[in-house]
């Protein structure tokens, strides 16, 4: 049995249903300010499922080479290693305000310091991909094919880059998110997604602040949920939102399962804005043809389970079809995963986002210049990394088309 908490408070317990299935049940006299979702208010009947965990405890839940690991190093200990055998092992750090520990323990997140400048400066030597695994592995409780590893900044508590502000000294949880993969798989990878990212903060987009290692080995991203007393804002992807298991997560429409999903729990006066930064984040995506635009790569942010819901800063964006060229969207638009025409987006954002003609035209053009500015900057990359030509020159081949088809009327 799993004890989960909210916030730091002890919410409710989790347990194996049935012969594939889980139940959670929350404790006696929780408040409904400690629900562990927006989808699962505090109630007295528990919440089960007849396979696997419900959502929001699945949400953060390593995939791929990350999950495969894991499952080798604690199969023998476990016996099995199924989903739940996996979150007792990443629960105590977990990306978000939800933590899990057994049923007796008490709430403890420790994660070992590590130099962020060694890993961006490759210091160390010898494998940083298999050093930062083996170490950082079981304190990586987020979800993502490519393996990611969370780690605690030992300078962090100096100063964080995105707020000036110094971080609580009595924090001991991860304070950035470092990306890795294997260069044989997706080469340039980090080069990729930095790239994207930069586009993105030129539309204006929030966006978590970034960096690449000297090698291009490494994307490393400061946490968005971290506040700097050592708290944790709220995060739900839109899986967790439609109430679909991660292997669901290219099932659905960016009309219904994103921007309507989204309405109906951005509870937020802002929802006008934001709703706005959704359309412009999808039609990013379909500029730059990243066919990884899935439900699990939106989501909202809040500070209080029942008060306001933000859209999340942009995570995990990539020109896909640099290294699979036939690849298209991951859900539907207009009943079809094809690129999108520009005419089709403008349709998009004006039914869906509200955006006047007017509006969502400028919307399309400012992408479209973000594309251009970055297509300079990766040029003069390429001349610099020679490593890089190959994706580079591949990712601004698919840059062009997708700004050709989906951007410009």
């Given at each position: 049995?799993?004890?989960?908490?909210?916030?730091?408070?002890?919410?409710?317990?989790?347990?194996?249903?049935?012969?594939?299935?889980?139940?959670?049940?929350?404790?006696?006299?929780?408040?409904?300010?400690?629900?562990?979702?927006?989808?699962?208010?505090?109630?007295?009947?528990?919440?089960?499922?007849?396979?696997?965990?419900?959502?929001?405890?699945?949400?953060?839940?390593?995939?791929?080479?990350?999950?495969?690991?894991?499952?080798l190093a604690f199969a023998k200990a476990t016996g099995t290693f199924d989903e739940f055998d996996l979150l007792s092992v990443v629960g105590r750090s977990q990306l978000g305000r939800i933590r899990y520990t057994g049923e007796q323990?008490?709430?403890?997140?420790?994660?070992?310091?590590?130099?962020?400048?060694?890993?961006?400066?490759?210091?160390?030597?010898?494998?940083?991909?298999?050093?930062?695994?083996?170490?950082?592995?079981?304190?990586?409780?987020?979800?993502?094919?490519?393996?990611?590893?969370?780690?605690?900044?030992?300078?962090?508590?100096?100063?964080?880059?995105?707020?000036?502000?110094?971080?609580?000294?009595?924090?001991?949880?991860?304070?950035?998110?470092?990306?890795?993969?294997?260069?044989?798989?997706?080469?340039?990878?980090?080069?990729?997604?930095?790239?994207?990212?930069?586009?993105?903060?030129?539309?204006?987009?929030?966006?978590?602040?970034?960096?690449?290692?000297?090698?291009?080995?490494?994307?490393?991203?400061?946490?968005?949920?971290?506040?700097?007393?050592?708290?944790?804002?709220?995060?739900?992807?839109?899986?967790?939102?439609?109430?679909?298991?991660?292997?669901?997560?290219?099932?659905?429409?960016?009309?219904?399962?994103?921007?309507?999903?989204?309405?109906?729990?951005?509870?937020?006066?802002?929802?006008?804005?934001?709703?706005?930064?959704?359309?412009?984040?999808?039609?990013?995506?379909?500029?730059?043809?990243?066919?990884?635009?899935?439900?699990?790569?939106?989501?909202?942010?809040?500070?209080?389970?029942?008060?306001?819901?933000?859209?999340?800063?942009?995570?995990?964006?990539?020109?896909?079809?640099?290294?699979?060229?036939?690849?298209?969207?991951?859900?539907?638009?207009?009943?079809?995963?094809?690129?999108?025409?520009?005419?089709?987006?403008?349709?998009?954002?004006?039914?869906?986002?509200?955006?006047?003609?007017?509006?969502?035209?400028?919307?399309?053009?400012?992408?479209?210049?973000?594309?251009?500015?970055?297509?300079?900057?990766?040029?003069?990359?390429?001349?610099?990394?020679?490593?890089?030509?190959?994706?580079?020159?591949?990712?601004?081949?698919?840059?062009?088309?997708?700004?050709?088809?989906?951007?410009?009327?």
């Amino acid at each position: 049995m799993i004890k989960v908490w909210a916030d730091t408070a002890e919410a409710g317990l989790l347990d194996r249903h049935g012969e594939r299935g889980s139940t959670f049940a929350y404790l006696p006299a929780t408040p409904p300010a400690h629900a562990v979702s927006v989808t699962m208010p505090v109630r007295l009947p528990s919440w089960s499922v007849t396979f696997g965990l419900p959502p929001i405890f699945e949400m953060n839940l390593p995939e791929g080479f990350l999950r495969e690991r894991l499952r080798l190093a604690f199969a023998k200990a476990t016996g099995t290693f199924d989903e739940f055998d996996l979150l007792s092992v990443v629960g105590r750090s977990q990306l978000g305000r939800i933590r899990y520990t057994g049923e007796q323990g008490q709430l403890h997140e420790e994660v070992p310091f590590q130099s962020v400048d060694e890993i961006l400066e490759h210091r160390r030597g010898g494998d940083l991909f298999r050093y930062l695994l083996e170490k950082f592995a079981s304190f990586s409780g987020i979800s993502g094919v490519q393996p990611k590893v969370m780690v605690r900044d030992e300078n962090a508590f100096a100063e964080m880059q995105h707020t000036g502000l110094r971080l609580s000294q009595s924090y001991k949880g991860a304070t950035h998110i470092v990306k890795l993969w294997e260069p044989n798989e997706y080469p340039q990878l980090g080069a990729n997604e930095f790239f994207c990212l930069t586009v993105a903060r030129r539309c204006g987009l929030n966006v978590p602040p970034f960096r690449l290692a000297e090698d291009g080995m490494a994307l490393v991203i400061d946490r968005f949920d971290l506040r700097m007393d050592g708290t944790y804002r709220g995060f739900e992807d839109f899986c967790v939102l439609n109430a679909r298991r991660t292997e669901e997560k290219y099932r659905g429409s960016y009309e219904t399962s994103v921007m309507k999903r989204f309405g109906q729990f951005a509870n937020s006066t802002h929802v006008n804005e934001d709703m706005e930064r959704l359309f412009t984040l999808i039609a990013l995506s379909c500029a730059l043809r990243n066919g990884d635009a899935h439900l699990k790569n939106f989501g909202i942010v809040y500070d209080e389970v029942q008060g306001e819901a933000r859209l999340a800063p942009v995570y995990d964006l990539v020109t896909t079809s640099a290294y699979l060229a036939k690849d298209s969207l991951a859900l539907t638009l207009n009943g079809s995963t094809k690129w999108p025409t520009a005419k089709e987006l403008k349709k998009l954002g004006e039914t869906r986002a509200g955006g006047t003609p007017a509006k969502i035209r400028q919307i399309l053009e400012s992408i479209d210049e973000a594309v251009q500015e970055t297509t300079k900057e990766v040029r003069s990359y390429i001349k610099e990394h020679s490593e890089f030509a190959e994706t580079g020159q591949r990712m601004l081949n698919q840059w062009e088309s997708g700004s050709v088809l989906s951007l410009r009327v």
